[in-house]
Structure formats: C-alpha cells, structure tokens
C-alpha cells in the first residue's frame, strides 16, 4: 500500500487557470505538509497542516490554498497559475512532533 | 533561523569506492538530523535519521552518518557505493521542540558514480 499518494502524477496546464493537486496519506499521521521544488531541486516548505488547522505558511503567494477535509487528506488548489508555478510539488506526512516525514512521489506541474 | 548547508554540488565516485558527503546545519539546539535521496523522476525516499543517542546511525542500503556537535556536521557515508546510488542527496534539519515545522533542507548533491 502506498503511504503517501499525489494525484496527479504531471500537470500541464495554461497560464491563468485554477488548478488542483491531492494528497492522501495512509499512516495515520497528525500532520501534512506541501513542498515546492524549483528546477534546481532546492526545497523549499509551503504549508503544514495539523489536526486540519494550519500551522504555518511560509512566503507563499495566496493564489495557492491548502485544503483539508480531513486529517488523511491535504489538497493543494492553485488559482490563476503563472510561469513561474512550475515545479515539482510534494506532500509530506509525519506524526505529530516526531519530526521524520514521508513523501509523496511528487507532482510535476508544467504551466504554459 | 535554521539551515543546511551541503557544500559539494556535484561528487563523482568510481562504483566500488567509498563515499562521503557532507552536511552542515545552524539551529539553536540539537537538532533532528536527516538524509533523504531523490532518484531521477522519483520522490523523497528516508536514508537516515538522527534524533538523540548514538551519534553514528545506520541506514538503509549500507549508508551512515556520524553526528558531530562540535562541528555542526552530520555527514553521509557508504564503504562501497553501487551505480544505483548515482541520486540526488538531501540534508535536513528538523525542528526537535515538537513542533509541526516543516524540514529545511540543503540544496542537494548530485552524486554521479563511473564505472
């Protein structure tokens, strides 16, 4: 059984859309995250999320909201996508304040 | 603020030989300690961790790393390394209060490995 799932695997979308990534981890964990890795591969946090209340939220443009119906699932929805969107975008899972996480296979999004 | 520094890019190494790389980190207390591996086209995959205890850990596919407090270092190593080790490396550095921060991570070694 997969631990932590991301679908869609690649995205490719035009400049200007509203575009959606999900997240479903299995392992029963308190806590998700999302990350954004630039074509340089630097890593970088987005968002965590804990018992569904948001814990922290680096410097991200709020065109990007993190989403969590419920403590399995932490949706990334992306509004008016730009160029410079374009990554690869990870979600993470760990037990709360244990400190080791576990990603996802990642979703490579492409803009145009 | 943490970080992580990783100060080698690129490393290349000859398949049978050993392999270190390194890893220094900035935060206020000790630290959570980790090394993930990425593979082309593939996710983040655990290598190792260190939390407390023992300052040398073992990992997954015959890696280590040895926690030095006094260097701020937590270096990687592999006697041998197999040409399915040629990945991408990353460090990072966890908040140990407990806390549900995310990692920060270095920016990565890209480890090449020559027949």
């Known amino acids: 059984d997969t631990a932590v799932s991301q679908t869609p695997k690649y995205l490719v979308t035009q400049m200007g859309n509203d575009k959606s990534i999900k997240c479903e981890q299995n392992l029963g964990h308190d806590t998700m995250y999302w990350y954004k890795q630039d074509s340089k591969k630097f890593l970088k946090i987005m968002f965590s999320?804990?018992?569904?209340?948001?814990?922290i939220n680096e410097t991200v443009p709020n065109r990007f909201s993190p989403k969590s119906p419920d403590k399995a699932h932490l949706n990334l929805h992306i509004n008016s996508l730009e160029l410079g969107d374009s990554a690869v975008y990870f979600c993470?899972?760990?037990?709360?304040?244990?400190?080791?996480?576990?990603f996802g296979p990642g979703t490579r999004l492409t803009v145009l | 603020a943490q970080s992580v520094t990783q100060p080698d890019i690129h490393i290349t190494v000859s398949e049978g030989a050993s392999l270190e790389l390194r890893c220094n980190y900035s935060?206020?207390?000790?630290?959570?300690l980790f090394w993930y591996v990425q593979s082309p086209g593939q996710g983040l995959q655990l290598l190792l961790k260190?939390?407390?205890?023992?300052?040398l850990v073992q990992g997954i596919k015959g890696f280590e790393a040895e926690f030095k407090r006094s260097q701020s270092s937590f270096n990687l190593r592999k006697p041998s390394v197999h040409w399915s080790d040629a990945a991408e490396y990353f460090c990072?550095?966890?908040?140990?209060?407990?806390?549900?921060?995310?990692?920060?991570f270095g920016k990565g070694t890209h480890l090449i490995i020559q027949p």
């Open positions: 999320y804990n018992n569904k209340e948001l814990i």
């Open positions: 990072a550095v966890g908040d140990s209060g407990g806390g549900a921060d995310g990692l920060t």
């Open positions: 260190y939390f407390s205890g023992d300052t």
């Open positions: 935060y206020g207390a000790t630290p959570y």
């Open positions: 993470a899972s760990s037990p709360q304040g244990a400190g080791t996480q576990y």
